[in-house]
């Protein structure tokens, strides 16, 4: 059974930084598309960076220059490395794959940031 378990998120500050990590199960993390999503109160949840197989990166325009998505398949974890937060950085963020996979799911990690 496929498992995605985030953590790392967090209370910080403005200007600060977080670094989220995503501990998935061998199959995942070796062959597809992973991504980086995010659902702010109130808001649908968005996309917000991906990494290919291969390792080609994209960013949402918000995140773009502040967000670093890494994958490491020898630990099968994926890692969103978040500098020079913003408030509206505010949301429980998820990974999943690309096209998400409804049943891929997990609990999410909050990232508060206080301005």
């Known amino acids: 059974q496929v498992q995605l378990v985030e953590s790392g998120g967090g209370l910080v500050q403005a200007g600060g930084s977080l670094r989220l990590s995503c501990a998935a199960s061998p199959i995942i993390v070796s062959i597809n598309t992973m991504g980086w999503y995010r659902q702010a109160p109130g808001k649908q949840r968005e996309l917000v960076a991906r990494?290919?197989?291969?390792?080609?990166?994209n960013y949402a325009d918000s995140v773009k220059g502040r967000f670093t998505i890494s994958r490491d398949t020898r630990k099968n974890t994926v890692y969103l490395q978040m500098n020079s937060l913003q408030f509206e950085d505010t949301a429980v963020y998820y990974c999943?794959?690309?096209?998400?996979?409804?049943?891929?799911w997990g609990k999410g990690t909050q990232v508060t940031v206080s301005s």
């Open positions: 990494i290919t197989g291969g390792g080609t990166t």
């Open positions: 999943n794959a690309l096209p998400a996979v409804p049943s891929y």
